[in-house]
C-alpha cells in the first residue's frame, strides 16, 4: 500500500473501558480535519475480517464523549490468531482503499496489530484502552481513571457498614494480571492489606497481621484484592481465613464488571482525546507502528513492538506506603 496514509479505520478490541468513545471521537474529527476519509470497524478484529466497516463522519461521533463503552463495540477474535484470517482482513482494507489504522486496546489487541502490520504493510497505531493500566510507555491507560474511581466507591459504601458491623470484607477487583486497580483503590479507602498479582501472598503474615489487630481491638478490616492474584482472589482467601480465624465476621464483595462501565471522568476524556488527536498526526507525518503514550504529562512515542514486549511495574515504594499507612 501507499506509504501516505489518506484513509484510515478505527477499532477498539479486547476488553472495553470507559473513555474509548472519546478517543473514536478526536480520532475521526482530527482526520477529518486533515483532510482523510474515516471508516468505523466493528467489533475490532473481527469486523475487519467481515468486513463489517462503515464511513464515518464528524456527526457519527456527536453526543458520545461522555458514554462509556464503545460505539464501535468490542471483540476477542479467535481467527486473527491465524494467518488466513490476517490475510482475509488484509483484503477487506485494499478492497476499501484503507491504508492506516488505529488500533485502541490493550496488550493483546497491540500483537495483532505488530503482526498484521509486518506482513501487509500497513501501518497501525495503538493507544491504550485498558482499565488494567498494565502498558508499558505510559503513566495512563484510557479507562483506568473510571475504573479505580467506581472502585473506590463502592468501597467507601461497603465501609459503612464495615464500621457498623464491626466486620472484615474481602473486596475483590479486576486486575487478572495487574494490581494496579487494587493498588490505588487499596490506598484510597484505607485498606489494611491489598493483594496484587505482581506480589506473591504471605497469608501467615496476613494472619498474624489480623491476630495482633484483633488483639488490639481492631475488628474492622479492608482487605482488597486483585482477581488474578496468585492466592486465588476473594473466594479462596475468605476460605483460609475463615477456617484459621473462625471467631471474625468476615464477608466477601466482588465488584467484578461494575468497574468497566459508567460515564468515563474528565481524566480519562482529557487523555482519550489527546491520544486520539495525536494518533492521527503520527499517521499524517509519517510516524507509522507507534504506540502513543502519555509520561510525565508530555506525549511518548514508542515501537509499537516495544510496547508489547515490555511490562509496567509497580515501584517497591507503593507497598511501603501501604505496609505503613495500614499500621
Not at 119 to 148: M, Q, R, S, W
Request: aromatic share 6%; proline share 2%.
Amino acid at each position: 500500500m501507499e506509504n501516505k496514509v489518506s484513509k484510515i479505520g478505527i477499532l477498539t478490541s479486547g476488553g472495553d473501558a470507559p473513555g474509548m468513545n472519546a478517543a473514536i471521537r478526536a480520532v475521526v474529527r482530527t482526520a477529518i480535519y486533515n483532510g482523510l476519509e474515516v471508516n468505523g470497524i466493528l467489533r475490532g478484529y473481527q469486523g475487519l475480517i467481515e468486513d463489517d466497516i462503515y464511513w464515518m463522519e464528524s456527526r457519527s461521533v456527536a453526543n458520545i464523549i461522555q458514554r462509556g463503552g464503545t460505539i464501535l463495540k468490542t471483540a476477542r477474535c479467535k481467527e486473527f490468531y491465524e494467518y488466513e484470517g490476517r490475510k482475509k482482513a488484509y483484503e477487506n482494507l485494499k478492497k476499501r482503499g484503507i491504508n492506516g489504522l488505529v488500533v485502541i486496546g490493550g496488550d493483546g489487541s497491540f500483537r495483532g496489530a505488530v503482526q498484521f502490520s509486518k506482513e501487509f504493510n500497513i501501518p497501525c497505531v495503538g493507544l491504550a484502552g485498558t482499565i488494567d493500566k498494565d502498558i508499558y510507555g505510559t503513566d495512563f491507560t484510557i479507562g483506568f481513571d473510571t475504573a479505580v474511581n467506581t472502585a473506590v466507591q463502592a468501597i467507601d459504601k461497603i465501609r459503612d457498614t464495615m464500621e457498623a458491623h464491626d466486620r472484615i470484607f474481602i473486596i475483590e477487583v479486576m486486575g487478572r494480571d495487574a494490581g494496579y486497580i487494587a493498588l490505588h483503590s487499596g490506598i484510597a479507602t484505607g485498606a489494611e492489606n491489598i493483594l496484587i498479582p505482581e506480589r506473591k501472598t504471605d497469608i501467615e503474615d496476613m494472619v498474624h497481621s489480623l491476630q495482633e489487630k484483633e488483639r488490639r481491638k481492631k475488628l474492622v478490616n479492608l482487605i482488597v484484592v486483585a482477581e488474578g492474584d496468585n492466592f486465588g482472589g476473594a473466594e479462596e482467601l475468605h476460605k483460609v481465613l475463615k477456617e484459621r480465624m473462625p471467631q471474625l465476621e468476615i464477608r466477601i464483595c466482588i465488584l467484578g464488571h461494575i468497574q468497566r462501565g459508567g460515564s468515563p471522568t474528565c481524566l480519562d476524556r482529557l487523555i482519550a482525546s489527546r491520544m486520539g488527536y495525536h494518533a492521527v498526526e503520527c499517521l499524517v507525518q509519517g510516524q507509522h507502528n507507534v504506540f502513543i503514550g502519555i509520561l510525565n504529562n508530555q506525549m511518548n512515542y514508542i515501537p509499537l513492538s516495544e510496547a508489547v514486549k515490555s511490562k509496567g511495574h509497580i515501584n517497591e515504594e507503593w507497598m511501603k506506603i501501604v505496609k505503613i499507612l495500614a499500621s
